[in-house]
């Protein structure tokens, strides 16, 4: 099948345009990537291509579970181009920059409509909201537990 066949399939299936059916799984369901694939009947690089296309990977999933659809808080905040902390080496100032070169993936993304973004553009989006999640994960302490996790199974 194709991406539109299974985008008109998971529309009929679920009776709601894709954007708000993903909005859902991504931010307001607690399913992985996997699972949210699974549940939806598609291929996982299917589900990720949607993902990222409507700009909803994992720094959406904590920041907007109670927000509409309407609000991005990330590409709002690009608006505002001053970085308070751009004269720090550190975490928090990364993190910062980081959101910032998200939004501005984001609106490059937009401005190029979508149809004319580059599969690059989209990779840009999807690498800085792998960025966020792994320095979310970083600061609550799970990629601490990950790692020892995964140390455990290596022996």
């Not at 694939?37 to 990977?57: C, D, I, K, Q």
Request: aromatic share 10%.
């Amino acid at each position: 099948m194709t991406d539109l066949e299974y985008r008109q399939m998971v529309e009929k299936k679920y009776g709601m345009p894709l954007k708000d059916l993903m909005y859902e799984v991504c931010i307001r369901s607690e399913m992985d990537n996997y699972e949210a694939a699974e549940e939806l009947g598609v291929p996982h690089a299917t589900f990720m291509e949607w993902r990222a296309a409507f700009h909803l990977g994992p720094y959406h999933s904590d920041t907007m579970k109670d927000l509409p659809i309407s609000q991005d808080p990330v590409i709002s905040a690009a608006a505002d181009e001053s970085l308070k902390y751009s004269n720090e080496e550190s975490l928090r100032g990364f993190e910062e920059l980081s959101r910032q070169m998200l939004a501005l993936a984001k609106q490059h993304h937009d401005k190029m409509k979508k149809t004319d973004a580059t599969p690059l553009d989209r990779v840009n989006i999807v690498l800085w909201e792998s960025v966020l999640y792994c320095l979310a994960n970083y600061k609550d302490g799970t990629l601490q537990k990950q790692y020892k996790e995964l140390k455990k199974k290596m022996k």
